[in-house]
């Protein structure tokens, strides 16, 4: 129990590190409808930047922002891969991965930097309190960028793509932009990660876009996605919540650290059944009232008669 209580506070802080992700993959998959497998290799690039640029004796605040920029670009080339050079969306993503893998190499020189005695954003704050703030004021910035014409714009094109063209919108604009920023959170994710951590390495990103989807499903099963402020709280909670799941699960006696990946799968597999068992349920219920509601009106009508 002593274990549990004391892994708590890392698992808060990881949620919340891992959160700023978890939106990245909200924009594309939610908003945009969007497959964007870029993560995967954005997050590493944010890491990369950040812990190159510190450890040739950058500001780490700096290194973070460039690292944020990063992830733009690398998102804006798959953004033009699909609507530029008309290349299916799930693929453009793959092969920005895959691309991805090779640069982030260059960036680094090496499969992996140390940041042990560098200093870092984490130097002098605490985890906990810059990543509450950071994460507030991220939710703040992006829920009004959403609610701007533009942000409409974003939000109409991952619904319905045709009529926003009909109307005049130029929906290839806004793709781009939203895989942008969407990866430009990814990467600024990534550039916090390897601070926390004291490293980054070129296999950190494998894995990304499952934990965002699993975040985003587990929100959206406990909170809800009424709203766009609903839903981007949603995300935010469920990183957190996914964290503190794998923290407890790790306490199991039979389950090792090298069990994380199988641990990711089993909470996606229940987050995405649990919501769709609802719905079924719900419908067979509302099935049967119906039917007895009108076998008690045939009922009636035939003693009437």
Same mark, same amino acid.
């Given at each position: ?27 594309t998959f939610r908003i945009l409808d969007f497959p964007d497998l870029t993560v995967d290799g954005s997050f590493t690039t944010g890491g990369a930047i950040a812990a190159t640029m ?60 140390? @940041? ?6 984490? =130097?002098? *704050?605490? &985890?906990? !309190?810059?990543? +509450? /703030?950071? $994460?507030? #004021? %991220? ?110 699960? @790790? ?6 650290? =090298?069990? *994380?990946? &199988?641990? !990711?799968?089993? +909470? /996606?597999? $229940?987050? #995405? %059944? ?32």
């Open positions: 129990m002593h274990a549990i209580i004391h892994s708590m506070p890392g698992a808060i802080e990881l949620g919340l590190l891992y959160a700023l992700m978890a939106l990245g993959v909200y924009i510190i450890a040739h004796g950058a500001s780490p605040w700096i290194a973070t922002i460039v690292a944020c920029l990063g992830g733009c670009a690398a998102g804006t080339v798959t953004g033009l891969l699909h609507t530029k050079g008309r290349i299916n969306g799930l693929l453009s993503g793959i092969l920005m991965m895959i691309a991805l893998y090779s640069i982030n190499l260059r960036i680094m020189g090496r499969p992996n930097i140390s @940041l042990l005695g560098q200093d870092t954003i984490f =130097s002098s *704050l605490s &985890i906990l !309190t810059f990543m +509450i /703030v950071a $994460v507030i #004021l %991220i939710l703040a910035l992006l829920n009004l960028f959403l609610k701007t014409d533009l942000g409409l714009a974003l939000r109409a094109t991952g619904d319905n793509a045709r009529m926003i063209r009909s109307f005049g919108a130029h929906t290839d604009n806004t793709i781009i932009l939203g895989i942008s920023l969407s990866n430009g959170l990814v990467a600024l994710s990534g550039a916090l990660v390897a601070q926390q951590a004291g490293y980054a390495d070129n296999s950190m990103g494998i894995g990304m876009i499952v934990i965002g989807l699993a975040s985003v499903i587990i929100g959206e099963a406990i909170l809800g996605a009424r709203t766009i402020l609903w839903a981007t709280l949603a995300a935010v909670l469920g990183s957190v919540v996914y964290r503190i799941v794998v923290a407890l699960a @790790l306490q199991v006696d039979w389950l090792d650290a =090298s069990d *994380l990946k &199988i641990i !990711t799968a089993v +909470i /996606v597999i $229940v987050a #995405l %059944i649990i919501p769709t068992a609802q719905r079924s349920w719900k419908q067979k219920h509302a099935a049967r009232k119906r039917s007895a509601e009108l076998a008690e009106m045939f009922a009636a009508v035939g003693g009437e008669r």
